[in-house]
């Protein structure tokens, strides 16, 4: 994509971003989302913009149902967690096994998708702006079940979803994976790296049906929590069940070759400010179900929503649709309670980093 | 004056940094009192003795070894022969040999029978990146759980903790190439029947808990074949 085409993209959400916003007061229930209003009424229900961490996440004045909701995702994707069961036991897909991918060219193609997906930084270099690989959040290789599967996520696109407020197809919700959750670089329409992870997703879609409610799609959403969200449990919860992998600091742990085998939760190596998992629900759902690691389900909802919310309070890379100020990229979109962006933490305001960085390939080291 | 009044300062220096390496190291080398130097099993580069089930210890990360002398000392991780030691040892003593060890070259000298003179990097198998179906061999039991682990049963891969190749990360995720089979075959065992402490966060023994006695075999026989050179 050249600069000039760039900037007609740019202008285009923005306009289409004021346009739909107008259009948008009242009229989203129909797609079983998360309304604009309702966002807006949550927001001027606060009384002040810039309140402590834990006063300003509080969720409980939200309804159970808009809590449920997979922000980033297309609609019908509301999953309500079964009572009692385990991460993934509803689903009833099971994409076929490694070694039935085919021999041949299209095979080759499909394999090359996987490598991308778990070795993001080394397999897509050009595009990739951080340590984090897909497979940090799409576990067993986007093949668990309420893990965000790529089977599940291909029969759900297109699809109209909130954040771009347009109709996506599954390489345009790729490519914002690689712009917010990889803070890198949109690969160009039917890239390599598109075309073979789009092709590794249809594979493990294989006898899926196309219906976008496909059990085990996205994350498993947790109720609302029974207590006010709170940064200082969070923290406890964080130091002990979490810091001894990714580290009291958030930014992992890597091999002695340099790989980043822990991801980093937050900071410069970390997703930015525009991924879904900067969202506290998503990254609530995705904790309670898979966190720590072969061991999900063993936090309680109320520690997934603590820890979730202390994970989420912690800077990183500038959200890239940043448009000059904080508090203005954050009405425009981080108009929720499950966003920390521009949110006053500890006396900093989140967010307050300036202007992107421009994108510098992440290092990964050769083999 | 001034001459002797520096001479004496480096003296001291001498002193203090003498000191500090040679706890570990004279207790690796010489032993201490009744503890018997660690090399005369472990091996003068702290690479074990594989036929003996002997681990490795050099390379290994620092806390990881204090916290495994800790247990022998405590009695919660069970060896005969550990114990005794790990018990005449001072807590200071512990943590300078851990630290000794932890500080030594992972491809000692002496190289295990499994790890072969493979030049630096160039045997290490693309272990996460694999292409299963392209390889004429299916992969193995050992490999698949090494590498992909078994999520149908939520058992994560080793590879997701030890790091690429099992070459181990930080202070706390040690290494398990370089391990011999029996080593590790042996150590899973006492995971699943608690006679090791699981350690931090009972990782290890909720992972052990999946796996079968042939997964133990499997996993323990495939990092064991795996080429040591280059980890570290």
Redesign the interface.
Known sequence: MTPTQRLVLRVAVALLTIVAGIVAIGAFDYWGMESYTQRKLASLRQASPDVSAAESASVSARSPAASRDIAGDPPHAELVTPAGA???VRAAFSPPS??????GEF??VI?RG??IF??TGR?APAYVGNSLRCVNCH???G??AGSSPLWAAFVSYPAYRSKTQSVSTFQQRLQGCFEYSMNGKAPPPNAPELVALESYAYWLATGAAVDPKLPGRGYLALAAPAQVRDYTRGEQVYAA?CA??HGADGAG?????G?A??PPLWGPESFNWGAGMGRINNAAAFIKANM?????GTLTDQQAWDVSLYMNSHERPQDPRYSGSVQNTRSTFHDTDESMYGRDVAGKVLGATGAPRPFKPSRVPA? | MTLSRNLSWVMFGIVLSTNVHADGATIAQQGAGSVVACQSCHGVAGEGVAAAGFPRLAGMGASYLQRQLEAFAQGTRSNAVMMPIAKALSAADRKAVASHYASMP?GGAAAMQSSTSAPR?AA?P?V??A????SAS??TVGMTLAT??R?SD???AC???H??GG????A??PPLVGQSAAYLAAQLTAFKSKARPAG????MG??AQKLSDADVQEVAAYYAALPAGG??
């Open positions: 385990a991460s993934g490694e070694s039935q991918i085919p021999i095979g080759d394999r996987r490598e778990v070795d397999a576990l067993d290789a093949r668990l069940n001894f992998c742990q890597r091999s002695p070759d790989v085998v822990f720590p690691l072969g061991m999900g083999r | 992972f990097g290490e693309k996460s990146v292409p299963a179906a392209a299916a992969p992909r682990g999520w939520t058992l994560p590879e997701q903790c790091g690429p070459r181990g990360v930080g706390d995720f931090p966060m009972n990782l909720v992972v980890a570290r």
